[in-house]
Structures are given as C-alpha cells and as structure tokens.
C-alpha cells in the first residue's frame, strides 16, 4: 500500500493524524482532498490558519508549526502503532490531533486506554498530548458532536490550547 509522506516540519505545534487504508490512498494525492471533506475549511474557521488552505496547499503547513500524518491501518484490525510513535517521539510536537474518533480509538486501544470522546484525551502517545477531533469526512456530518452543534466547537478548543499567548 502506499502512504502519502508525512508533511512535518522542525518543532511543530500540532501533528494532524488521520487514517491510511488501502481504500483511501488509493484515491488522493494530498492530504484531505475526498469530495466533502472539511479538513481545511475547520483549520481555517478555527484560527489555525490566517487563510483557507486547500488539499494541494498541505505541503505549506510545517511553515504555520503544524504537520500531517496518518495512521496506517495494515490488516483487519491492526496498525503501525510502533511507527506512528516512533514518529511523534521524534517530531516532539506539542500536540497529536487525531481527525477522527475511529482513528484515536485505534491507537487507545492499542495503548491499552479507553475509548476517547473529543477533545483532550486523559492518555498521551510518545509524551505528547493527545486531542481527539470530529472527523471531517463528508459522510461523518451530523447535528451532535458529544454534545456540541458541529465540528468548528472542538477545532477552536484545539486552536485555543495550542496557540502561544
């Protein structure tokens, strides 16, 4: 299967991790380019980011101290778990954005912790905190998101925590 590289500059402050499977790399040359995504729409709207960037604008995201990477899902029900830590251990951000419920219960219950709701997750990977977003699929858009109307809530708590006073 092939895996889109990781998009990851010096000291970033936050590292989106998302989910690679062998459906949806088949499919895309960047980063959270499938139809109805709102990936980038959320960076935007959620202060990350001072303009709204698209799918082929992912590889200037180490510029704005932020990163892209996915987990990589290689069978039924397991992941590159190892590599994804062995990553962040060396990228040091300050936090792992995971961009879906799926994808951090994934490496929770790898890591033997419970399954997460959104937003700070009581575990860590690799020493770096863990922050648990909505995902930004198109065909994840719903009413409720824990108890919130939408998804933007949970990016600007995100916004908010990782942002330097």
């Not at 997460?116 to 198109?138: K, M, Q």
């Not at 998101?145 to 330097?164: E, I, N, Q, S």
Request: glycine residues 10%.
């Amino acid at each position: 299967m092939e895996v889109l590289p990781d998009i990851v500059g010096p000291e970033p402050r936050i590292v989106f991790c998302g989910m690679a499977s062998v459906l949806s790399t088949k499919l895309r040359d960047h980063y959270y380019e499938t139809p109805g995504n709102n990936f980038w729409e959320m960076l935007h709207q959620s202060g990350l980011t001072d303009r709204r960037l698209g799918p082929e604008d992912d590889g200037s995201v180490p510029e704005l101290g932020l990163g892209l990477t996915d987990l990589v899902h290689t069978g039924a029900s397991t992941y590159a778990l190892d590599e994804l830590t062995a990553k962040v251990r060396s990228w040091e951000p300050e936090w792992v954005a995971f961009t879906s419920k799926t994808t951090a219960y994934a490496v929770a219950r790898s890591l033997g912790e419970r399954r997460p709701g959104l937003g700070p997750a009581s575990w860590e990977l690799a020493g770096t905190a863990v922050f648990v977003l909505p995902g930004t699929s198109g065909a994840n858009r719903r009413h409720d998101y824990d108890g919130r109307v939408g998804r933007l809530p949970w990016w600007r708590d995100l916004a908010m925590l990782a942002t330097p006073s």
